[in-house]
């Protein structure tokens, strides 16, 4: 008797419920998140305050908002390396403008949001151009603005510090837009959680950014791109306008994160910034990007500027050394990049 031949097509079989969840990118974030809040429970006594709810989410904030476009950007198989100083050239493009003209704040938030497109915008355009590497375009713009941000204002003011605009026209309402702060649950028993706006920005931007990347055909260029440019561009997708608008968004965010750090201390440093940009990136590597791009997850690069909150006010509560902080998260991007890579196989594999 003739052994009956099966015609089913495993290739189009679903995949059992491990697989889908191994596949979304943002699961071992998760995993990471619940890990390290079990562990700073335990050892810092300090860490379980309600109270501190605020300041861990307002700390991953200044990571998150950045790290929502940036794994985007990695998605769409590219990198910025200037992410991080152009923060700070935002703030003090804004801060000088309406100082050195006298102009009203707003103005001078406006003027800082064209100079922040116009860097984003100038990158995908150089990188299309050019044909090299983003790591070596945006390499080259890193240190431009890095030495802009020390050499403008020296030059203007002899100062490696921006001017204090809290006396200036303009500068209330615009810190009620992009610094304030708001007290939840306050009693006579609890002092309350305090919400900076800045928290509510980046859940904007990741809720936004996780639609658009999930639901809409911008969000399936953003993969194609990122997964294999010929063939996408092959295929009709627009790849050079998906990645000037990446760039683009790469620079919005960032002028939405220099107006927060300008309007909350009415100043900013000339050298803030510099090595944020690899916070960004490891976030979104934990979050379950991949640096070929094509595979990531905006949800999970949240979770990883979330990771990152918790660990940097954990450590101080547990008394530990806070120079530990780089070397942990460098630890943290290598053994990410290899689970990442693990779950992937095991989801292809179901």
């Excluded at 099966?6 to 619940?34: C, F, H, M, N």
């Excluded at 922040?116 to 713009?141: D, I, K």
């Excluded at 859940?203 to 294999?228: C, K």
């Excluded at 760039?247 to 960032?254: K, P, R, T």
């Amino acid at each position: 008797m003739s052994a009956a031949v099966s015609t089913t097509d495993t290739r189009t079989a679903p995949k059992s419920p491990i697989a889908a969840l191994l596949g979304k990118p943002e699961v071992g974030a998760l995993i990471g998140a619940i890990a390290i809040c079990v562990l700073f429970l335990s050892v810092a006594p300090a860490f379980r305050g309600l109270a501190n709810v605020g300041t861990i989410l307002y700390q991953a904030s200044a990571i998150g908002i950045m790290s929502v476009p940036v794994a985007l950007l990695m998605i769409g198989g590219e990198f910025d390396l200037s992410a991080g100083v152009a923060v700070t050239s935002s703030a003090l493009a804004a801060s000088m403008l309406a100082w050195e003209f006298n102009f009203n704040v707003w103005v001078g938030i406006l003027l800082a949001l064209a100079i922040s497109l116009a860097v984003g915008f100038a990158n995908g355009w150089l990188l299309h151009r050019t044909r090299l590497p983003s790591f070596l375009v945006t390499l080259g713009t890193y240190f431009v603005l890095q030495g802009a941000n020390l050499a403008v204002p020296r030059l203007i003011d002899n100062n490696v510090t921006s001017p204090k605009i809290d006396d200036m026209a303009g500068f209330d309402s615009a810190h009620a837009v992009f610094a304030s702060s708001h007290t939840f649950f306050k009693s006579d028993s609890f002092e309350g959680v305090t919400i900076n706006v800045s928290v509510l920005f980046w859940v904007a931007l990741t809720v936004v950014a996780a639609v658009v990347l999930t639901r809409t055909r911008a969000g399936n260029w953003i993969f194609a791109s990122g997964g294999d440019a010929e063939a996408a561009r092959a295929s009709g997708v627009p790849v050079v306008r998906t990645k000037i608008g990446l760039f683009l968004f790469v620079g919005f965010c960032a002028w939405l994160l220099g107006m927060h750090t300008l309007l909350n201390f009415a100043t900013v440093q000339s050298n803030q910034g510099v090595g944020n940009e690899f916070i960004y990136i490891i976030a979104a590597v934990v979050g379950g990007c991949l640096l070929t791009g094509g595979f990531g997850s905006v949800i999970g690069a949240s979770i990883g500027a979330l990771i990152y909150g918790m660990t940097n006010l954990g450590i101080t509560y547990a008394g530990w050394n806070v120079d530990w902080l780089k070397t942990f998260l460098g630890i943290m991007l290598v053994l990410a990049t290899l689970i990442n890579m693990w779950v992937r196989r095991q989801a292809e594999r179901r």
